[in-house]
């Protein structure tokens, strides 16, 4: 995206009752997850070392056709015991190399930037609380990625199983981080820093913030999303 334009955010957002129009891969790296609904595609094949992404959906009353290779790289692959018969499966991986290009209306971009990968599958506890910190980017000409997260997926001894750094698609683990949030997630910003020591010291500007409060009375959810700078 151009520097002009930085900072625009199209959101898309949409329900699809009962996932109806949602097909999972049968792995995180094998097969193809995809979502339809109507004439708008959701698309992603995964390969053994990389994986294509393929979108056509509105954004804005425009539509955004997007087609995508990221590069695979080291990952992280947890499978965690939520307690009562609950397992989790989550695979991460930030920082990886993304190029292709993207349509929206009549305007054509070239990317060639990282991303970020969030592959989870569990029987959720009933009642789920939790902090997501993760980004992509670039500094020096190197790929960078970050994955940090707290209040799931924490050991018998309460330490985080999936905190990690990539750089240039090799992955390093992390100990523990707390993340003090503002009174308001979307708008203030977060600081987020080791428990012990000083590996991470973030401070997160956020930009924007997709939320959302959901309440279907068998299930209640209520998120906030905020996206942004860190320094």
Partial sequence: VDHQREGDAFVIDAMSTGSRGVRFSESSTRGETSWRKGDAELRVTYEPRLMRVHADVVARGQRLRAD????????????????????????????????????LGDEAIVVDGSAVLDWTRSVASRRTVWKWVSFAGHSAGRHLGLNLS??????????????????????????????????????????????????????????????????????????????????
Avoid: C
């Fill in 150 to 231: 707290t209040d799931v997926y924490e050991n018998a001894a309460g330490h985080g199983r999936e905190n990690a750094l990539w750089i240039d698609g090799k992955m390093s683990m992390l100990g523990d981080v707390r993340v003090e949030m503002p009174a308001d997630p979307g708008v203030g910003d977060w600081v987020i820093r080791s428990t012990h020591g000083d590996e991470v010291d973030l401070r997160f500007t956020p930009r924007g913030a997709r939320s959302k409060d959901a309440d279907y009375k068998l299930v209640r959810s209520r998120f906030v999303q905020p996206y942004g700078v860190f320094n």
């Fill in 68 to 103: 995508l290779v990221v590069e695979a790289g080291e990952s992280l692959g947890l499978l965690h015991d939520l307690g009562k018969q609950r397992p989790a499966y989550t695979h991460k991986a930030a920082g990886l190399r993304t190029r292709g290009s993207v349509r």
